[in-house]
């Protein structure tokens, strides 16, 4: 639709005009500011925690280990100088070769979700596959953070409450039956 | 010829020439959800006069 509508303004001598092909879609998907009506409503990249170790390919282990302690974190996330998310490297999951790169023992590829995923969907696919945590990135690969299923729980949680609905771990003691 | 940009340029237009954004989706679309700073500008209704909302001297990104 940005074509025509391009198009159309150039047709009436607009001269400086562009059009943004990702539109709000590839936006959204980066967690970018949004306005609206559902603007409110969370999503990944709004409760994403942007604190991940982040290291290069060449990187030696030895020095990631202690990056990633000192942050008292367990996973360094392997990225291009653009941020573009190549890996995971989990140090307690490391044999002790000190002196090798993170490409050499990273798991290459690891799941993301993009920003704009509704908190419902990611926590059902949390379930299913039975993990703690997913990586946020934007439609273009790029890093945002480390969603948390607890995470998720918890502003789920408390999104009920502010509707009026009781939490699922919360006793409504004076509810009727 | 309109330019096609990605998200990067579409940030620094905004930012360092005032550029003027511009969502041509329905305006239900618009209601429900948009970028932050976007105007509603729909392709259906798009003429002459709803284009004067536009400032021809600035740069205009449609999405």
């Known amino acids: 639709m940005s074509p025509r ?4 303004l150039e047709s009436l001598g607009f001269t400086k005009i562009f059009d943004y092909v990702g539109g709000k879609a590839d936006w959204f998907a980066a967690g970018l500011p949004r306005e609206g009506r559902l603007a409110s409503v969370p999503r990944t990249g709004d409760i994403a925690r942007r604190d991940d170790v982040t290291c290069r390919l060449t990187d030696r282990i030895s020095d990631v280990v202690n990056r990633v302690r000192e942050a008292g974190k367990e996973t360094c996330i392997v990225t291009t100088a653009g941020n573009v998310v190549l890996g995971r490297v989990r140090i307690d999951r490391l044999e002790r070769d000190t002196q090798a790169l993170a490409e050499d023992v990273m798991e290459s590829g690891p799941t ?3 920003a704009d995923t509704t908190l419902e969907s990611i926590l059902e696919r949390l379930s299913a596959r039975d993990v703690d945590s997913i ?3 934007t439609s273009d690969g790029r890093l945002v953070g480390t969603l948390y299923r607890s995470d998720v729980e918890s502003s789920l949680n408390e999104g009920k409450i502010e509707a009026g609905q009781p939490a699922e771990d919360e006793v409504c003691c004076c509810c009727e039956p | 010829m309109p330019t096609s940009i990605a998200r990067e340029e579409v940030q620094r237009l905004m930012r360092e020439e005032a550029a003027q954004l511009v969502e041509v989706l329905p305006t239900q679309e ?4 948009h970028i932050e700073g976007s105007i509603n500008l729909p392709l259906k209704r798009l003429d002459r006069e709803t284009a004067g909302r536009l400032d021809d001297n ?3 990104i449609v999405y």
Do not use: G, H, I
């Open chain 2, 58 to 60: 600035q740069p205009v």
């Open chain 1, 5 to 8: 509508a391009a198009a159309r």
């Open chain 1, 135 to 137: 990586l946020v990135a």
């Open chain 2, 30 to 33: 618009y209601q429900d959800e």
């Open chain 1, 112 to 114: 993301t979700t993009r």
